[in-house]
């Protein structure tokens, strides 16, 4: 750490910083940092930005991007751009750190940076409910963020496909609900102010919902490992898929009035089109962002057969994705892996201002060249 202004809830850092020690700096100091995602352990700051993670807090803190104050930069031509200001308001021209950040490394490596920190959380509560239809979860996240002043802290989707598979590899507890539903809602209300009944203003939203038909069952944590229990199952989707299957898994967003329709769409051409895969979905409701992950047997064929099935799986979520108003890359960028599908799904004008920022910032192509554009 370079500089911890409490006052200002700001944080200068090393790009090397790992996540986890940047979210326990700012717990010593009353504050916390809000990202949080699976790699938390392993992730450095540095990644982050240039990634421009998102994980389980975009929801009520948005996403990297909104978390960077200021950032340094060793440039192209080898010149360091010092622009660590720790200003809410800056309107000095062009917002340049906004370029760097999710660019993938491929216009400057970040050194450090200037970070947002929030008041610590004090209190909390955790659920798990059931619902029959994706409609229901994203209006039942409008209602709890109308009914409880904006206190969602965590709303993630789970399909039945998915929890099944979670249970069979993943968490060994079992389910905490009594009756089987095609989707479920995992979250959690949180505020700092430590007087606040958490538990209770769930107990009263939950009710709320049920009565309303938006939700079948709900089981709400009384304690913390009852909590844990229920992350637990988000948090061993990966793996679980693993061990499943031959996994391919999605990354794409919609405009969240349109999860419904592209959940719909996208799992029906997948049943109809590959028909020897399972469809599992989980994701951020919030974000419209609901990883569509195909998982194929292990023994559907050599190398070649299964590149063939994850292209075809990726092409049918792209499209549809894309048709609902989408995008293919809500987190995680577009790397090696979609350098030749962006351009199938973007504008020749948004090509050519991305081309002409590369050249203009790194004109002999040194920087991350493999990555996000090919260039002429
Ligand atoms: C288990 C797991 C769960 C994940 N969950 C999520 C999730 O929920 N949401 C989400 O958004 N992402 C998720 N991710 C991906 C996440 O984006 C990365 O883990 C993280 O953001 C990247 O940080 P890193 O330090 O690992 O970067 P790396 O993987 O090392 O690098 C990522 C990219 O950034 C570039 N880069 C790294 N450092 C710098 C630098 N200092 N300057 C310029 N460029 C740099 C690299 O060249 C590379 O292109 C997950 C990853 C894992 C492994």
């Known amino acids: 750490m370079r500089h911890l202004d409490p006052l200002n809830n700001a944080v200068t850092l090393e790009a090397g910083c790992i996540l986890a020690d940047v979210r326990a700096l700012a717990d010593q100091h009353e504050r916390q940092f809000p990202v949080l995602l699976g790699s ?63 660019a993938e490394g491929t216009l400057g490596i970040v050194t450090a940076a200037v970070l947002k920190l929030y008041p610590k959380l004090m209190v909390s509560a955790t659920a798990m409910v059931s619902m029959d239809q994706v409609g229901h979860a994203v209006e039942l996240l409008q209602y709890l963020q109308r009914t409880t002043g904006g206190r969602v802290e965590t709303f993630e989707l789970m399909s039945q496909s998915q929890l099944q598979i979670v ?69 061993t989707i990966s793996e679980s898929n693993k061990r499943e299957g031959f996994t391919v ?50 023994d559907i064929g050599d190398a070649q057969v299964r590149e063939a099935a994850a292209h075809e799986a990726n092409t049918i ?15 995680h960028g577009i790397g090696r892996m979609h350098i030749d599908r962006l351009p199938l799904y973007t504008s020749e004008v948004e090509l050519d201002l991305m081309r002409r920022v590369k050249l203009a910032l790194d004109p002999d192509r040194m920087m991350n060249p493999v990555k996000v554009l090919r260039l002429p």
């Not at 107990?203 to 490992?225: K, R």
Request: one cysteine or more; aromatic letters at 6%.
């Open 40 to 102: 938390v352990g392993s992730c450095e700051i540095g990644g982050l930005i240039s990634t421009n993670a998102g994980g389980t807090g975009v929801l009520r803190y948005g996403n990297m991007r909104e978390q960077v104050l200021g950032l340094e930069v060793v440039l192209a031509d080898g010149r360091v751009w010092n622009g660590l200001r720790a200003l809410r308001k800056d309107n000095t021209g062009y917002d340049l750190k906004q370029l760097f950040v999710g």
């Open 167 to 235: 249970l069979r590899h993943g968490a060994a507890s079992g389910s905490p609900m009594a009756v089987e539903a095609p989707w479920y809602v995992l979250l959690e209300l949180a505020d700092s102010a430590a007087d606040w009944n958490a538990v209770e203003s769930l107990e009263t939203a939950l009710a709320a919902a049920m009565e309303n038909g938006l939700i079948g069952d709900a089981v709400i944590a009384t304690d913390q490992a009852k909590a844990d229990r229920i992350w637990n199952l988000r948090h």
């Open 249 to 298: 898994s999605n990354d794409t967003s919609v405009p969240i009035s349109a999860l419904p329709e592209f959940i719909d769409r996208v799992t029906r051409r997948l049943q109809r089109e590959l028909p020897n895969a399972q469809v599992a979905h989980c994701g951020h409701v919030g974000d419209g962002n609901v990883h569509v992950i195909v998982v194929f047997p292990y």
């Open 317 to 331: 979520v792209h499209q549809e994705s894309v048709a609902c108003g989408g995008s293919i890359s809500a987190e």
